[in-house]
């Protein structure tokens, strides 16, 4: 196997674990839950900013417009963002956390913002109880 198809079977599995830790709710420590999405974050931010330096910024919309399958990824990519941002919304206005700019870096970049818009959320939530 390739790098390229290593990477995403490494990601699924990943996500499969931190999916499954959420569902039978295993607690983490207070500094574990926001840093994992923090690291994650910046490692995420690392790889796309080789991506780009790589393939180009033009590379994405080609990789979401050239057939049907690419166009699948693209929605369900934008219907996740808008979900996770849904869902964060209101936690996020509990702490005082300024929703139009983390709007507009989500709706720009993705995931690229919206994990550091859920560590940030979960700092100043744990910060709020003391």
Not at 40 to 49: D, I, Y
Not at 65 to 70: D, K, M, P, R, S
Not at 74 to 102: E, K, N, S, T
Request: some cysteine.
């Amino acid at each position: 196997m390739t790098m390229l198809q290593i990477l995403p079977v490494l990601a699924y599995a990943t996500a499969i674990a931190v999916v499954w830790m959420i569902a039978t709710e295993k607690t983490a420590s207070p500094t574990v839950r926001w840093a994992f999405p923090a690291i994650l974050a910046a490692l995420f931010l690392v790889f796309s900013l080789l991506t780009v330096a790589q393939d180009g910024l033009l590379q994405f919309w080609t990789n979401h417009t050239t057939n049907l399958a690419g166009n699948q990824v693209w929605f369900d990519l934008v219907m996740g963002i808008v979900i996770g941002f849904y869902l964060i919304a209101p936690r996020a206005r509990a702490v005082g956390m300024p929703l139009l700019p983390w709007g507009i870096a989500v709706t720009t970049t993705a995931c690229i913002a919206l994990l550091p818009m859920l560590a940030r959320l979960i700092w100043l939530e744990q910060r709020s109880k003391g």
